[in-house]
C-alpha cells in the first residue's frame, strides 16, 4: 500500500487536495500483484501566470521508479493528467516486460536512485569561464538487462540511464538517440587502457 508525501510549492497543501492525490493515485496500486508498499512523492507548484503543476514519483521496492509530471490551468487537472501518465507507463511496462521470455509476478527490479523527483539540471556557461557543477546526485544500481533500463529510462523521462549489466557485472549506460533508437555504452575495467 502507498504512502503519501505531499507538499506544494507556492501553494498550501489543503486537506482537499491532499485527499485527492491520495485517492487519485492508489489507482495505480491495482497494477500490481502483490500490493507495494512505497511512498509516492507528490509535489505541487503553481506558477504566477496561475498554471498549476503536479510531479508523482514513486520508487517501488526491487528498485523500478514510476514517475510523471504534467502542467494544466488547474492544480486538480493536472493531477488527473499524471496519473493518467502513470498509467500509461505501467501498462507500457508490464506489456514489455510479458512479451519477454520470463513473465514476471509483479514489476522487476531495475535501479534505487536518490533521483527521485529531480531531473538532471545543467547549466551553460558563456565565454571562458571555468565549469560550474551546479548540482550533484548520488544513485546505486541494480544488475539488470540493457532492455530493461530503456525501459526504466523511459519511465523516468530522461535521456540516459546508468545501470549495472546484469551478463557483465560492469557499469554502463544507455541513452536516447535520434530517430527513436538507442545506444549502450559499457565500462571497461581498467580506465588507463580506454
Not at 502507498?2 to 495505480?28: D, Q
Not at 535501479?111 to 539540471?121: F, G, H, K, L, M
Not at 548540482?135 to 541494480?142: D, E, G, I, N
Not at 571497461?188 to 580506454?194: C, I, Q
Request: cysteine-free; glycine content about 6%; proline content about 4%.
Amino acid at each position: 500500500m502507498f504512502t503519501y508525501n505531499v507538499r506544494g510549492e507556492n501553494i498550501e497543501i489543503t486537506p482537499a487536495i491532499r485527499e485527492y492525490a491520495e485517492k487519485k493515485i492508489s489507482k495505480i496500486e491495482r497494477y500490481f500483484t502483490d500490493s507495494p508498499d512505497a511512498t509516492a512523492y507528490v509535489n505541487a507548484k503553481v506558477y504566477p501566470n496561475k498554471d498549476a503543476k503536479a510531479e508523482v514519483t514513486i520508487p517501488l521496492t526491487g528498485g523500478l521508479t514510476l514517475r510523471a509530471e504534467e502542467t494544466s490551468q488547474d492544480l486538480y487537472g493536472s493531477i488527473d493528467l499524471v496519473v493518467d501518465k502513470l498509467e500509461r507507463q505501467v501498462r507500457k511496462y508490464k506489456t514489455k516486460m510479458n512479451r519477454k521470455p520470463r513473465v514476471s509476478a509483479g514489476l522487476p527490479g531495475a535501479v534505487e536512485t536518490q533521483v527521485q523527483a529531480d531531473r538532471v539540471e545543467q547549466e551553460a556557461e558563456e565565454g571562458h569561464d571555468p565549469i560550474k557543477i551546479v548540482r550533484r546526485k548520488t544513485l546505486s544500481v541494480k544488475p539488470m538487462t540493457a532492455e530493461e533500463a530503456v525501459l526504466q529510462m523511459e519511465m523516468l523521462g530522461h535521456n540516459f540511464f546508468i545501470f549495472e549489466d546484469a551478463e557483465t557485472g560492469k557499469g554502463a549506460l544507455v541513452y536516447a538517440r535520434r530517430k527513436g533508437s538507442y545506444g549502450l555504452i559499457a565500462i571497461e575495467d581498467d580506465l588507463e587502457d580506454a
